[in-house]
């Protein structure tokens, strides 16, 4: 599906986020004038990981998430502040945020093996 072409700054309607989501984005939601995501984590070093991972994904986009974090999850949420809104801006970096957080490389092909499936090595609570 094709998106409107709308500028970096210009904000979409609660309708176009919801409808963007479900096709983008299906385990984001929006809540409040944001763009949600819960990431299960198995422990607290993970949720660590996971935290400074979206901590260098925000910053080399130079757009900067909240996080709320506790023992086994980080919630991300996304809003463009001066848009006052949601924009291009937040579907793009959730985007990037979902690629490299729920990364499975056991399930491409290639040398890359992936977690091992063992409590001693959990990670990321994958959906």
Do not use: C
């Not at 309708?15 to 983008?24: F, I, N, P, Q």
């Amino acid at each position: 599906m094709s998106w409107r072409n709308v500028d970096n700054e210009q904000t979409y309607t609660d309708d176009e986020v919801e409808a963007r989501l479900k096709t983008e984005l299906p385990h984001w939601y929006l809540e409040n004038g944001w763009i949600r995501r819960k990431y299960k984590t198995s422990s607290w070093k993970s949720t660590l990981m996971v935290v400074a991972t979206v901590g260098h994904l925000a910053e080399a986009a130079f757009h900067h998430p909240d996080m709320s974090l506790s023992y086994a999850f980080v919630i991300v949420k996304l809003t463009n502040h001066a848009a006052k809104g949601i924009t291009n801006k937040d579907f793009e970096l959730a985007k990037k945020i979902e690629e490299v957080i729920m990364w499975q490389p056991g399930l491409e092909d290639g040398a890359l093996e992936g977690t091992p499936d063992d409590p001693r090595f959990n990670y990321i609570k994958y959906d």
